[in-house]
């Protein structure tokens, strides 16, 4: 028992030779260097190609309504939806990340947990669009919520799209939020580091005049902790809220009980894979691979690893009852994902999702970066194929062979979730150049040096 | 005459001897000090005697104010404003309120940990004396200050440096109101 403190301080974690002085350096000289990489300007520029596509895309639908999508009774939830979907689902890895890893007391997150986060943020307003633009007319969009008003009506709160409206509007304040308190010690840094005069007046007004006083750090500690324990439910609900859109209906292969925790693993997966597609490529161009180790990305793997498990389990499960339940529809379902219009994007579903994660169970193939960033973009891609099959073939084949028809996306749908990747990018790389991309406190916390040695108490 | 100051501040250049430092000023009496880190130290925490704050009191009635809230609005459209009868449910059907509620409980929750955060903080604070010392731009960056002010009873100009100097600072100055 005698040891038992130091199960709590894995001491490997970071790379050894960092002082306080030379992580906040590094972390703060990626923002306060005059020189950005190259490669930066070519990201940004994608993202802000892409943006212009997007602002392109959703011009014309202002202009023409929804009609320049694929949308035609019965499939009229298409893209939109998916992608909507799709970047919540994302969004989720940040939360874990920052909120269920801190009470978890895993402290190898601490120079994860602050690009995770803004990646939640950007990919949840990247979510947000869709349901909005999908809406037929968007500017009307402050009716989804209450507001005393001259029509007499008000937001039908047994539906679970109004459900969404205040689950999702709820996770953008929270997260917003959490990553704002998250940033006001390393926003202090930044505005005493810093030689620009508006660069500091700007970061001085940010950081709010924090000084790193204990009593403030002991009401911030308290703060953190119970932002972490609100967020934690929430993200979990989110999702689950997200499923019920589907759940509450009564379409085949949406009606069932175990959705909720079905969409919420693949939530995870599909966010652990964006987090090392970003954390592969971030660490090698600002050689902070001392900082974001192959422990990280190990662990960021296992993690994947592990929820694909779940969604595996999850699609045979789906299969099963459908077969056990005995209902002609729920099995009809399965049989025209398997074989129908939409086999290829089934069994590309399976592949991705399922197979091809197996990988991960080597450690080679876990401590190869590359191999880790092509097995994120999979899962990506896999995850994305997973809520369009779940959508547009469900809705595309339901009961009556009658009112079926097969959904065919338009090139608006395709600039419009192609935009919506340029708007991430846009606001990641923004991000990027002008935060600190890893939290330079709390990795200051990660070294041997801040432990501070006691005398034994007698 | 001379110039009235807010206070004495002594810099370390590692944790164990700023919560020594803290436990030393605390043991010779004095009350009003403050500690200055580039990260938080749980063992100032106690050497300083802060454990107790307000702040789960804050969230718990925002939480509760919330969750108040979003029920009772959700029974206000769909029993009094506005019944309608959706599937032959029940006008205060409670089973479906519950997801909103519980959002709103969260969201006001969360607002009022950040917002206490920053009132028991009293954030912003644009100007503080502290920084006037030219060094103290490193309590974001690897250096510990010990600061003991000057309303406490026992400050007294030469002896609290005196004191402070037994405490091996690298440096101790004065802390400009």
Not at chain 1, 194 to 212: C, D, K, P, V
Not at chain 1, 217 to 245: C, I, K, M, Q, R
Not at chain 2, 10 to 36: H, I, Q, S
Not at chain 2, 155 to 169: G, M, Q
Request: aromatic share 14%; proline share 6%.
């Amino acid at each position: 028992m005698a040891d038992e403190p130091n199960v709590h301080r894995p001491k490997t974690i970071i790379a050894p030779g960092y002082t306080f002085g030379t992580v906040t350096d590094q972390i703060a000289s990626v923002v306060l260097t005059k020189r950005t990489p190259v490669i930066w300007y070519v990201s940004f520029g994608a993202g802000l190609v892409l943006l212009l596509l997007f602002l392109l895309a959703v011009g014309v639908l202002f202009a023409k309504g929804t009609g320049i999508w694929g949308l035609r009774t019965p499939v009229m939830w298409g893209f939109a939806i998916t992608n909507f979907v799709w970047w919540i689902g994302i969004g989720h890895a940040g939360t874990l990340i920052s909120a269920i890893l801190l009470l978890l007391n895993q402290s190898w997150r601490n120079s994860i947990n602050r690009f995770a986060e803004a990646m939640t943020l950007f990919a949840v307003a990247c979510a947000g669009v869709f349901p909005v633009l999908h809406l037929g007319r968007p500017w009307l969009a402050y009716w989804l919520f209450p507001y005393p008003n001259t029509m007499g009506v008000q937001p039908n709160f047994r539906s679970p799209l109004v459900w969404d409206v205040f689950a999702v509007s709820t996770y953008a304040t929270v997260s917003l939020m959490f990553w704002f308190v998250g940033l006001m010690p390393d926003l202090a840094t930044l505005r005493d580091r810093t030689h620009n005069r508006f660069a500091r007046f700007a970061y001085g007004i940010l950081a709010m005049g924090w000084r790193g006083s204990a009593r403030h750090w002991s009401v911030y500690e308290t703060a953190s902790l119970l932002l972490a324990g609100l967020a934690t439910p929430l993200v979990l609900s989110v999702h689950t809220v997200v499923s019920f859109d589907f759940t509450i209906a009564i379409v085949p292969g949406w009606h069932t009980t175990f959705l909720p925790p079905y969409f919420v693993a693949g939530a995870i997966y599909s966010g652990f894979a964006m987090v090392l597609a970003l954390a592969i490529p971030l660490r090698s161009v600002y050689g902070l691979q001392g900082l974001i180790t192959d422990r990280h990305l190990d662990n960021s793997a296992k993690v994947m690893l592990a929820t694909g498990l779940i969604v595996a389990y999850a699609y045979i499960l789906e299969t099963f009852s459908a077969w056990y339940g005995g209902n002609t529809y729920e099995q009809a379902m399965v049989w025209h994902r398997m074989t129908g219009p939409y086999a290829v994007s089934y069994w590309s579903l399976m592949l991705c999702n399922i197979l091809a994660p197996q990988a991960l169970w080597f450690k080679k193939v876990r401590s190869r970066p590359v191999f880790l960033f092509i097995s994120a973009i999979v899962v990506l891609v896999g995850m994305w194929l997973e809520r369009y099959v779940i959508i547009v073939s469900s809705l595309a084949q339901d009961f009556l062979p009658s009112s079926w028809s097969i959904f065919h996306a338009t090139r608006w749908d395709w600039f419009t979730y192609i935009g919506t990747i340029g708007l991430f990018l846009f606001l990641f790389f923004l991000f990027i150049r002008l935060l600190p991309m890893i939290s330079i406190f709390e990795v200051r916390t990660l070294l041997p040096a801040a432990k501070v040695e006691e005398e034994v108490e007698s | 005459m001379i110039k009235p100051i807010y206070g004495l501040m002594a810099e370390f250049d590692n944790p164990t001897a700023l919560v020594e430092a803290a436990r030393a000023a605390r043991e010779k009496g004095y009350r009003k000090l403050d500690a200055y880190s580039p990260f938080p130290i749980e063992e100032l925490t106690d050497a300083l005697h802060l454990h107790h704050n307000k702040l789960p009191l804050i969230v718990l009635l925002g939480g509760i104010i919330g969750g108040l809230a979003g029920y009772l609005l959700q029974y206000y459209v769909t029993v009094v404003y506005f019944p309608i009868n959706v599937a032959g449910r029940p006008l205060h059907s409670w089973p479906s309120y519950i997801i909103i509620t519980f959002e709103m409980t969260i969201l006001l929750a969360s607002i009022s940990a950040v917002l206490g955060m920053l009132a028991l903080c009293g954030l912003p604070m644009p100007y503080h004396p502290t920084f006037n010392v030219p060094r103290f731009a490193l309590a974001s960056r690897n250096r510990f200050f010990l600061c003991i002010e000057a309303r406490d009873p026992l400050f007294d100009r030469a002896r609290t440096i005196e004191f402070l100097e037994t405490l091996k600072p690298r440096e101790v100055s004065e802390v400009a109101p």
